[in-house]
């Protein structure tokens, strides 16, 4: 919260700045901007807290905006049409959602092509858990072309140590969508932090249907069977297909009494015990705050580091851990946001 | 009435002063302690209190959320991340309603049986602090602290300690105090009346006191040099008559005149205006033991200075990085001495060591600011600077204005400075480290060092220097090196009397003390012990060797006992051992420290080395502070590679190996001769 609060008042001195030395450069011939930005605003799965948190700081700045609104119904095809678009329409600023999304705008920073990809306008992507394991940016501090953005997700490690605070494990079962690259990155890292933290990490995919996607069915099963092979924790990475599935995967880990820990605030909305997570309308802030630095102050994206909110909070679903009967350790009470009611994650109404 | 009469009268005043202020500072040490132990366990409580409710909020919360006390997770890492914060909270413990214990860590004193009554209990070892836990007016359970009394007992006895390391240095402060104030006129005086009387008592009625002072001593001095004065002018208008009269009745008178004249000496001799007395060497005593007691002070916490200092530098581990300025600052001591001395016979004494402390002075308050490890060396070696110029230009004074009969008095009165200095300037810095922190301590020796400067300006008459005959250079080295017999007083024995010294005391045991949670407090402490030992020690065994000769067997003796010390570590690591390592060091040291001075005067003679015996010193002195200076750097090695107790086992094991080798190339040795006093480091801890 405390970053956020800095950045707003970083925000609040820019703005304080921003029509004085917009008067200064008035002799000069340069009018002061009326006209409206034109964001291209591309979601994933329909307008989030994070498109809300987003919008609401760029008002409260006072940036005029207008957006021009497009979402890919959780389908990556249907984003290289938006990209055409991009380039007759010659937006201000692309914003984009997510891995999938993000990846069909900009391409991986290895393969440049301007014709497939969107390379001469600034993209600001958000929710991307891992912007460096998906090939988006090489690294944190400068994406070196066109590109910045914010990223919603504490670091794997941190992840882990938070989860064996609330609760020390062995073994870790873990579930994700198995056509997902940015889900299997992260099973990467995770093999190589149990390895390190020394526990054993049992990863299992969705079952695929007749067309090779991803499907729910069965996935009470695989719960089960993860459970059955030790599993002390279900960890629930920022896979989108999980995301979309959650209203199987955790009513059935309760059933198994095991016990789940998420690492978006969409997983915590589903029900799951425990995580760290930011909050979607914050990480919308930031992003926003990215935008308003490209459009206002003209500043390069390259010169923008990649960031995500330095705090993070350690969400915990009460009665569930009563239900569970895994009280968290009384120490957790101190800074933990303590959930008196669990989420529930209902069924989406189209499923890819 | 004679000399020693009037000396011994005036030990027994000072002493009287000493016995009465130490019974005075020991009531007063008393009663603080008294006043301290009652504020104490409610200062203690408090903390109990402070910590407890932290916990007892927590608990609330949890049972805010509806979780029973009986349902509660993870008290022990709770109990344990108090612990590792809070070391004496020895017991702690979590009761329900009932005050049956639910959770705890640490062992329950015994007797304690159920916790139902809030407030401080003594229980058993331990007093107890019980809180009760409630939300909303209900009852939800207990809490209990409890702290070991021995943790009090513990606070109590350091707070002993220092008031002990604080009575010691009152007590030879006050001697120093004296000395300034009365001591060194009155010495002058009493030295003077001394001579006078011996004189007059002897026949000889020319000499005269000479002393313009206003106090009741004076006026019976001058009253006696009038005295003098009336039988000299009886005498004179005497002789007129009887040189003018005539008669038998004259001649019988000029007969009984002439044989008064034989047994009688007449004239005006004022002893003052020659007399360079104990008094007058006395003037640099105390400016010296000023800036020596600056100085002194960083002992005990000068390399937590530096560790808290220097960031890491490549190539060179952080120990050595620590040793670094330590060798720096005797490195520089060493090699400018042979400069300033021949420096301040052309300037003058007076005006090196005003322009020394003032060096000093800027040294120490730009240490207290120091931002890294390398302005640290720079102001460190500015430091030496002037603590070299301050060490030579007070030998110089005091060679100046000795005779050969008062020299070693006046060499005496010199060491005695810088060993006071030693012995008091260690615990006080740490007490005040302690206390006020590093940079604070550093700026009350620039108060110091201005305070010497001003009574040097005030004090210290400004007279041309007496040049001594003979300054170190290299050939001299060389030649020296090239005996067979000298090279090993040296190697075995000089030189490595001089690494255990700097390594242990300059460098492991602050660090080691520290390694082992303890403060520059003890540091100081257990360096006053060894000043201690040196103090009381260094005359004694000079003395004896004095009487007994053998003195190779006196430095081996020493010099094996000091790295015994070392050893000794290696059976068991406490701050006990430690303290014996420390008190075997000051014995083994005081021992063969003056000994050794007198071997090199010894060796001189029957080795027939062709230069003066002053020469063959200088190299000897250098060389020894050469040794001082690699001390820090072989402790700084061989701890990174081997950690602290073989640190110190490894040292003392060389240094008894040293001993062994410089017996048996000595054996051979004649003994014979006196003993030449040098102008050493005795302390060690001067340059």
């Known amino acids: 919260m405390k970053r956020v609060v800095s950045l707003l008042l970083a925000a609040l001195f820019i703005t304080t700045l921003a029509p004085l030395s917009g008067r200064a450069q008035a002799p000069t011939g340069a009018p002061e901007r009326t006209k409206p930005f034109r964001i291209y605003m591309i979601t994933f799965r329909g307008i989030t807290d994070v498109e809300r948190g987003f919008k609401d700081y760029l008002a409260a700045q006072h940036v005029p905006v207008e957006y021009i609104m497009r979402d890919a119904k959780k389908d990556p095809k249907l984003v290289p049409p938006m990209v055409a678009e991009i380039k007759r329409l010659r937006p201000d600023l692309v914003y984009t959602y997510g891995t999938p999304v993000t990846l069909g705008i900009v391409g991986p920073y290895r393969k440049p092509n301007a014709k497939k990809y969107v390379s001469d306008i600034p993209v600001v992507f958000t929710l991307v858990a891992s912007p460096v394991g998906a090939k988006i940016v090489p690294q944190l501090a400068s994406s070196g072309r066109n590109v910045t953005g914010v990223s919603n997700v504490a670091s794997t490690k941190q992840q882990m140590q938070a989860m064996a605070s609330y609760r020390r494990f062995k073994k870790l079962g873990l579930i994700y969508a198995g056509n997902a690259k940015n889900s299997a990155v992260i099973v990467d890292e995770i093999r190589g932090l149990a390895k390190e933290m020394n526990f054993e990490l049992i990863a299992r995919t969705f079952n695929n249907d007749a067309k090779g996607e991803p499907t729910v069915v069965g996935v009470a099963d695989i719960v089960a069977d993860l459970k059955k092979a030790g599993a002390e924790w279900l960890y629930l990475p920022p896979d989108s297909f999980l995301g979309d599935a959650l209203y199987e995967v955790v009513p059935a880990a309760e059933k198994a009494k095991l016990p789940t820990f998420g690492s978006t605030e969409q997983m915590m909305k589903g029900g799951a015990l425990a995580g760290i997570i930011c909050h979607y309308y914050s990480i919308g802030q930031l992003t926003a705050y990215k935008a308003q630095q490209i459009l206002v102050q003209n500043k390069a994206p390259r010169d923008i580091p990649v960031e995500t909110l330095k705090r993070f909070a350690f969400v915990i679903t009460l009665p569930l851990a009563r239900h569970l009967n895994m009280y968290p350790p009384i120490e957790l009470f101190n800074y933990a946001e303590i959930l008196t009611e669990a989420g529930k994650a209902t069924k989406p109404k189209k499923s890819s | ?687």
């Open chain 2, 1 to 687: 009435m004679n000399q020693r009469y009037l000396r011994s009268l005036n030990i027994r005043l000072i002493g009287l002063i000493l016995v009465a202020l130490t019974a005075l500072l020991g009531v007063f040490s008393f009663l603080s302690l008294r006043a301290f132990e009652s504020a104490l366990v409610p200062e203690i409580a408090q903390k109990a209190d402070d910590v407890g409710r932290a916990i007892t909020a927590l608990v609330i919360r949890t049972a805010g959320y509806g979780i029973d006390v009986h349902n509660l997770v993870g008290t022990d890492v709770l109990f344990k991340d108090i612990h590792d914060d809070n070391p004496e909270f020895e017991y702690m413990a979590i009761s329900g309603t009932d005050g049956k214990v639910l959770y705890h860590r640490g062992d329950a004193p015994t007797g304690l049986v159920l916790i139902s009554q809030p407030g401080t209990h003594r229980i058993g070892d331990q007093y107890v602090v019980a809180h009760p836990i409630t939300l909303a007016d209900r009852s939800i359970g207990w809490l209990a602290i409890g702290i070991p009394e021995s943790f009090v007992a513990n606070l109590m006895r350091e707070v002993l300690l220092d008031l002990l390391a604080v009575l010691v240095v009152a007590l030879f402060l006050t001697y120093e105090l004296l000395y300034f104030v009365a001591g060194s006129r009155l010495d002058t005086q009493m030295a003077a009346m001394g001579e006078v009387m011996e004189a007059s008592s002897e026949g000889d009625l020319s000499k005269r006191v000479g002393l313009r002072s206003d106090d009741e001593f004076g006026s019976v001095l001058r009253k006696i040099d009038l005295a003098l004065d009336r039988v000299n002018a009886a005498y004179t208008t005497l002789g007129e008559r009887l040189r003018t009269g005539s008669g038998a009745a004259f001649a019988e008178a000029r007969a009984s005149f002439d044989t008064l004249v034989e047994r009688f000496h007449f004239g005006r001799h004022v002893i003052a205006d020659e007399a360079r007395g104990d008094g007058f060497l006395g003037r640099v005593r105390t400016p010296l033991f000023l800036f020596i007691f600056a100085e002194e002070m960083s002992r005990s916490y000068l390399p937590l200075y530096i560790k808290q200092l220097s960031t890491s530098v490549k190539w060179i581990s952080p120990q050595l990085v620590i040793g670094i300025p330590i060798m720096v600052f005797m490195f520089v001591v060493a090699l400018s001495q042979p400069a300033i001395g021949a420096w301040s016979e052309r300037v003058g004494r007076r005006r090196v060591f005003l322009i020394g402390a003032l060096v000093g002075f800027a040294g120490f308050a730009l240490t207290a600011l120091a931002q890294n490890l390398y302005d640290l060396l720079l102001w460190r070696s500015l430091t030496a600077v002037g603590y070299g110029m301050v060490f030579g230009a007070a030998q110089g004074f005091v060679l100046d204005n000795s005779s050969l009969t008062n020299r070693s008095r006046g060499l005496a009165l010199f060491i005695g400075a810088i060993m006071v200095a030693g012995t008091c300037g260690p615990s006080i810095g740490g007490i005040l480290a302690d206390n006020i922190g590093f940079r604070a301590t550093f700026i009350v020796s620039t108060v110091l060092t201005l305070a010497a400067a001003l009574v040097v300006w005030r004090n210290l008459p400004n007279q041309p220097a007496i040049a001594a005959d003979a300054h170190v250079r290299l050939a001299d080295v060389g030649t020296l090196l090239r005996n067979p017999r000298f090279l090993a007083l040296m190697l075995s024995a000089s030189v490595p009397a001089k690494i255990i010294l700097t390594s242990f005391c300059f460098y492991l045991v602050p660090l080691y003390i520290t390694s082992i949670g303890s403060n520059p407090s003890t540091t100081g402490r257990l360096l006053m012990l060894y000043a201690i030992m040196m103090v009381f020690l260094t005359p004694v065994a000079a003395q004896l060797s004095d009487r007994v000769g053998k003195r190779p067997i006196f430095v081996a003796v020493g010099l094996a006992l000091s790295g015994f010390g070392g050893l000794l570590l290696l059976a068991g690591d406490s701050i006990y051992t430690l303290l014996a390592v420390v008190i075997l060091l000051g014995i083994g040291q005081a021992i063969s420290i003056a000994p050794q001075s007198a071997l090199v005067g010894e060796l001189v003679r029957s080795e027939q080395v062709p230069m003066s015996e002053s020469a063959v010193y200088g190299v000897f002195r250098l060389i020894e502070r050469l040794g001082n200076t690699v001390g820090p750097l072989i402790a700084a090695l061989v701890l990174t590679k081997f950690g602290f107790v073989a640190a110190f086992g490894i040292i003392g094991g060389f240094v008894v190996l040293c001993s062994a080798l410089f017996f048996i190339t000595m054996r051979s040795t004649p003994q014979a001769g006196q003993t030449p006093i040098g102008l050493s480091s005795e302390m060690g801890m001067a340059g």
